[in-house]
């Protein structure tokens, strides 16, 4: 068990883009998803972006892992629709009833494992165990088929129930809608830890986006805490802004990004963020700092468009933070110069790295979207199954791995090719050789 005040290391647990990767336009109300749909996706190029920013941290000396992608196209999600025969007759029938179909039963979006989970360290729970909810996330057809693999994949990694919890997802329905971390943030100063949970929209509240929907559920938010065992004080849920959902952030994360004592947000990240900002200064105290872009500083429509905020904040030895920033907030003036700004906070961040994840942009997914982060004591780790933290030795096993199987094209179309879904399984199979994660995916387990 956890000593309350044991050392916490942050683990970056990284989605591996998956060998389906592609862009299809399913996001409603995620802008680059729908303005790149039917653009030629590069599984390969996606990949071996994703380990090169993930060989990044562990070249700034922080923690890094990895989670599998999960198995696509979806068969068994196929089949409970009525598409029956030989898995290549039901991949050509999905695709002449409906090509958006089949894309959703292929979608890699696990690839974005801030929407795994959410995620509560041992430390601030009332139980002492790390605690982890899969989201459901139950607003995007694509993204629901996610939870029961990531499910399996993440009791198989935190098996070890003393120290580790792996609740059932939320129940699938539009008043529990949850995305996982990418509506939370955890902050912390020596007076406490809070929980901050971003939510979209909950009975009787008027105020919502008009345009795109609100996919956090505030109930949903409400159910991680009671399930994570957080202490009331331990939390503040605050609403978005529904200026910044229709504008296009559809998760928080989107339009704020905080770690430790340091948050940057946009002004339209949340509804009167005036006031969410005195509530975080009145719990957390003076070593609270917060960034606010305003409108003027930084516009929304660019702050969506370049995903400044949707940067990774890496935690480096020394307490200060490596911002990993795309490349694109680096490729437009207010956009980097609104980094620069953060940089010359004193006391934060003390380097902002610009990575290229354009093959993950496209569809709406930036630094912070590719990873789920677990804080975990050295004892904690040590009870982590399988193989999956991020070495020299994993990283070229890895690089190999997608260099030997993936595809560098790859248009809706290919979906219907069975020799894809082949090649995806042998793949898979080796993977979870490689990760030593046993049977997890269903073509596995018969
Ligand atoms: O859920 N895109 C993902 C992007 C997730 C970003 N995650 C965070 N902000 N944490 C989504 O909208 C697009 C797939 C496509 O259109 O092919 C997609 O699912």
């Not at 942050?10 to 990767?21: I, K, M, S």
């Not at 562990?58 to 029956?84: C, D, I, K, M, S």
């Not at 802004?241 to 990240?269: K, N, R, W």
Request: proline content about 5%.
């Amino acid at each position: 068990m956890v000593h309350p005040r044991a050392r916490l290391t942050e683990y970056a647990f990284d989605g591996l883009v998956g060998p389906t990767h592609h862009y299809a336009g399913l996001s409603s109300g995620n802008l680059a998803s729908t303005e790149h749909a039917g653009e030629i996706g590069n599984p390969r190029a996606a990949a071996l972006q994703g380990l090169a920013k993930m060989r990044l941290v562990r070249g700034l000396g922080a923690g890094q892992a990895v989670l599998p992608p999960h198995e696509r196209p979806n068969l068994r999600f196929l089949r409970q629709l009525g598409f029956t025969g030989s898995d290549a007759d039901v991949l050509s029938a999905v695709h002449k009833y409906e090509p958006g179909l089949l894309s959703a039963a292929s979608s890699a979006s696990a690839m974005w494992a801030a929407n795994a989970a959410s995620v509560t360290p041992s430390v601030d729970a009332e139980d002492q165990r790390t605690h982890f909810t899969p989201a459901n996330l139950s607003s995007m057809l694509h993204r629901s088929l996610e939870a029961p693999t990531t499910t399996r994949i993440l009791r198989t990694l935190f098996a070890d129930s003393e120290r580790f919890v792996v609740h059932d997802a939320l129940p699938m329905h539009s008043g529990y809608s949850d995305e996982g971390a990418a509506n939370h943030t955890r902050l912390v100063t020596s007076r406490t830890a809070l929980h901050v949970f971003g939510w979209g929209r909950a009975p009787g509240v008027t105020l919502a986006p008009r345009k795109f929907p609100a996919r956090q559920a505030r109930a949903a938010s409400e159910a991680v805490i009671r399930l994570h065992r957080l202490p009331a004080e331990g939390a503040l849920l605050w609403q978005q802004s529904p200026t910044g959902i229709d504008a296009g952030a559809f998760h928080s994360d989107v339009l704020a990004v905080g770690s430790g004592s340091f948050l940057m947000l946009h002004e339209h990240a949340f509804v009167d963020g005036a006031a969410f900002v005195r509530e975080l200064e009145a719990r957390l105290g003076d070593e609270l700092c917060v960034l606010v872009a305003s409108e003027d500083e930084l516009p929304l429509a660019e702050a969506v468009a370049r995903y400044p905020f949707n940067s990774e904040l890496v935690p480096l030895a020394n307490g200060r933070l490596a911002l990993l920033a795309p490349r694109e907030s680096e490729e437009q003036p207010v956009t980097k110069a609104f980094l620069e700004r953060v940089l010359a906070e004193p006391n934060a961040v003390e380097q902002v790295v610009y990575v290229d994840v354009n093959d993950s942009m496209r569809n709406g997914g930036g630094p912070a979207c590719l990873r789920l982060r677990v804080q975990l004591s050295d004892d904690e780790r040590a009870h982590v199954a399988g193989r999956v933290f991020f070495d020299a030795e994993l990283d070229a096993a890895l690089d190999a791995w997608v260099r030997r199987f993936y595809r560098d094209r790859l248009l809706q179309a290919d979906l219907l090719d069975p020799k894809l879904l082949v090649e995806g399984r042998q793949a898979l199979d080796e993977l979870t050789t490689l990760l030593e994660l046993g049977s997890i995916y269903d073509f596995q387990r018969g």
